[in-house]
């Protein structure tokens, strides 16, 4: 298999950058009972569910760049960045580990055991799937709100200037 220096040279770099990620080890000054009580936040949360997409966009950047470069190849650089991804996966692992240890230092053992209780409940869980309906609901009625008071702001303030004779 014959691939380019840069394409050779990208590969590298994902498997440096994600080299970094784990390379200090963090001293567990929580107890095994809150740390155990920050997984169970982070899962009942849903925290880190989204990234887990980090490796595959990852590997899709790669292989885009990769085969822009030796469009010829498509086919085994596809396998050469799938293979590499696929030996990567098991590292997803201590990106949870690192968050584990950022709840706990964030919250108390106290703190995460409320968290997760509610977010186990029907209403935590309704909570965590209409979210993003939520969001775009707020997101709308605020601009709408803003253009509003937008709007209202110029007339008050044109009024006033008129009423003071600056316009």
Request: proline share 2%; glycine share 4%.
């Amino acid at each position: 298999m014959n691939i380019t220096r840069s394409a050779l040279s990208l590969i590298v770099t994902l498997f440096v950058w994600a080299s970094l990620g784990t390379a200090a080890v963090h001293a567990q000054d929580a107890s095994a009972s809150h740390l155990a009580a920050a997984k169970r936040a982070i899962v009942a949360t849903r925290s880190t569910n989204r990234l887990d997409a980090i490796l595959p966009q990852m590997a899709q950047q790669a292989k885009a760049e990769l085969i822009r470069n030796r469009p010829d190849k498509e086919a085994e650089i596809t396998a050469l960045v799938d293979e590499a991804a696929i030996s990567l996966a098991g590292r997803r692992g201590d990106l949870e580990g690192e968050i584990v240890q950022i709840f706990s230092r964030i919250f108390s053992e106290d703190e995460l055991n409320a968290i997760a209780d509610f977010y186990e409940t029907d209403a935590g869980k309704k909570f965590l799937s209409e979210t993003p309906v939520m969001l775009r609901e707020i997101d709308r009625a605020s601009r709408v709100w803003t253009n509003g008071v937008q709007r209202d702001l110029a007339t008050a303030v044109r009024e006033k200037m008129t009423a003071a004779g600056l316009q």
